[in-house]
Nanobody, 127 residues
Framework: QVQLKESGGGLVQAGASLRLSCTIS????????LGWYRQAPGKERKFVAA????????DYSDSVAGRVTISRDNAEKILYLQLNSLKPEDTATYFC????????????????????WGQGTQVTVSS
């Protein structure tokens, strides 16, 4: 059974940092490109970051570029999202996603390409 489970969210003050984790089971990470999305209340889900299977290619949305780092540990089957200098507008539920692919260099922003999704972890940033 495939499962993606996010953790690491919480309530923090503006300027703080958080590291989100996504533990993946039921899949081999060597066949996956991975991504993070977020969804604020009443808003559509938006792309945050993506990383290729080989970890070399990363992509970030303009809204988080320079403050966020995506990384992966294929041996431990964990995807990370390091969030720094958090702002109130970063408040959202954060979701991880996995795409089965044979292309080790692929990192996609299109949510339609992802095959599996986690349930999300809440990040709340107070001003």
């Amino acid at each position: 059974q495939v499962q993606l489970k996010e953790s690491g969210g919480g309530l923090v003050q503006a300027g703080a940092s958080l590291r989100l984790s996504c533990t993946i089971s039921g899949l081999t990470l060597s066949s996956l490109s991975l991504g993070w999305y977020r969804q604020a209340p009443g808003k559509e889900r938006k792309f945050v970051a993506a990383v290729s299977e080989n970890g070399v290619i990363t992509d970030y949305s303009d809204s988080v570029a320079g403050r966020v780092t995506i990384s992966r540990d294929n041996a431990e089957k964990i995807l990370y999202l390091q969030l720094n200098s958090l702002k109130p507008e970063d408040t959202a539920t954060y979701f991880c996603a996995a795409e089965i692919t044979a292309d080790s260099w692929r990192a996609t922003r299109d949510p339609r390409n992802y095959d599996y999704w986690g349930q999300g972890t809440q990040v709340t940033v107070s001003s």
